[in-house]
Nanobody
Framework: QVQLVESGGGLVQVGGSLRLSCAAS????????MGWYRQAPGKQRELIAG???????TYADSVRGRFTISRDMAKNTVSLQMNSLKPEDTAVYYC??????????????WGRGTQVTVSS
């Protein structure tokens, strides 16, 4: 089992920045990929960014160039730096950890989520 705890969500104005962090504990040696998903009201959960144990990253087109995912293997954390935030970035953001390297489908463990609200 892997436990994930997110932090760093909140309310920010359009154009502002937030940094989300996620700490993993438990059977961390089983983790390969870590990522961030989000779910806006009335929409499906979607992958925002992912990073493998080898630091290969993937981003959704909607956030590429604005968001940066990073991972600290020593601290078992993954972070998401979000810049130039837009109202459409408003959602609950979930941390994910998986034994797979790829992110082609949902898998693995989930945090409880943290709310990000971008006000215009």
């Amino acid at each position: 089992q892997v436990q994930l705890v997110e932090s760093g969500g909140g309310l920010v104005q359009v154009g502002g920045s937030l940094r989300l962090s996620c700490a993993a504990s438990g059977n961390i040696f089983s983790i390969n990929g870590m990522g961030w998903y989000r779910q806006a009201p009335g929409k499906q959960r979607e992958l925002i960014a992912g990073i493998t144990r080898g630091s290969t990253t993937t981003y959704a087109d909607s956030v590429r160039g604005r968001f940066t995912i990073s991972r600290d293997m020593a601290k078992n954390t993954v972070s998401l730096q979000m810049n130039s935030l837009k109202p459409e970035d408003t959602a609950v953001y979930y941390c994910n950890a998986r034994s797979l390297a790829g992110f082609s489908y949902e898998s693995g463990y989930w945090g409880r989520g943290t709310q990000v609200t971008v006000s215009s």
